[in-house]
């Protein structure tokens, strides 16, 4: 059962900027800490950024330091991703996902709730 939904994806020039947008598929779904992972082309998954229950706690890979913010609506349940200065190498399918705690770390294993993802791309 697919209960996030990713959407912002697109086609864009080095150095322009994306909004990711990461929503519930189902109703009263919850506000617990969400992430962004990305699978670039031939390489494993890896973290980008997460965010706890609350807003007021973000981590991020090196990668995406000074470059994406990860920040969240609670009203809405969604969590966002503004991507800035994207290059070549930040192409992937971005994927949200959630666990059942109020913060946690860069690893897969550690979160429950997935999203189908959502492909950039970024050419130059």
């Known amino acids: 059962q697919v209960q996030l939904v990713e959407s912002g994806g697109g086609l864009v020039q080095a150095g322009d900027s994306l909004r990711l947008l990461c929503a519930p598929s189902?109703?009263?779904?919850?506000?617990?800490?969400r992430a962004w992972f990305r699978q670039r082309p031939g390489r494993e998954r890896e973290f980008v950024a997460a965010i706890n229950w609350g807003g007021t706690l973000t981590n991020y890979a090196e990668t995406a330091k000074g470059r994406f913010t990860v920040s969240r609506d609670n009203a809405k349940s969604t969590v966002y991703l503004q991507m800035n200065n994207l290059k070549p190498e930040d192409t992937a399918i971005y994927y949200c996902?959630?666990?059942?705690?109020?913060?946690?770390?860069?690893?897969?294993?550690?979160?429950?709730?997935w999203g189908q993802g959502t492909q950039v791309t970024v050419v130059s």
């Open positions: 189902v109703r009263n779904f919850n506000n617990y800490a």
């Open positions: 996902a959630e666990t059942k705690k109020g913060f946690a770390g860069p690893e897969v294993g550690e979160y429950e709730y």
